[in-house]
């Protein structure tokens, strides 16, 4: 099992940040490209309602389990703020749609609601190909903190 955190402030400007960590740690990893759009996506859309609804702090946990070809995201925030809706003059076409575009992407997808905070897991399938990856190959964390700079 491989693993990989960040933790960053629940704000709008540490979305790309999150979105580099995670393509840097999957390529380090030596997953399927098409693997790492999926996870990069599904990523953004998480951390960008974490942003959007949580606060404090935002914090990825990534693993993967080569067995099986599983990539788990977890992405926490306090979540206290409730859920909001888009107003009326909102575009439908424009806001609303994250969940499902994670839901679609991936295996699964769970929302568990603590005292805490929130909590949202999704599971993306990882090709064969991630299988080729070195067996126990740690993420350079250096080089992936470099990359997310």
């Given at each position: ?111 568990e609601h603590h005292p805490g905070g929130r909590c949202v897991k999704a599971c993306v399938l990882v090709p064969e190909a991630g299988a080729d ?17």
């Amino acid at each position: 099992m491989r693993v990989a955190l960040l933790a960053v402030p629940t704000e709008a400007e540490h979305v790309p940040r999150v979105r580099r960590f995670t393509v840097a740690v999957l390529r380090a990893w030596r997953l399927d490209e098409e693997a790492c759009e999926t996870a990069e996506l599904v990523v953004a859309e998480l951390a960008a309602n974490a942003v959007q609804y949580g606060g404090g702090e935002l914090s990825l946990h990534l693993s993967f389990a080569e067995g099986p070809g599983r990539l788990v995201v977890v992405v926490r925030d306090s979540g206290r703020a409730p859920l909001r809706r888009p107003g009326r003059d909102c575009d439908p076409c424009e806001r609303g749609r994250g969940m499902e575009i994670v839901a679609y992407l991936t295996q699964w997808v769970r929302v568990e609601h603590h005292p805490g905070g929130r909590c949202v897991k999704a599971c993306v399938l990882v090709p064969e190909a991630g299988a080729d990856a070195l067996p126990g190959l740690p993420v350079d964390m250096a080089s992936a903190a470099a990359v997310v700079a």
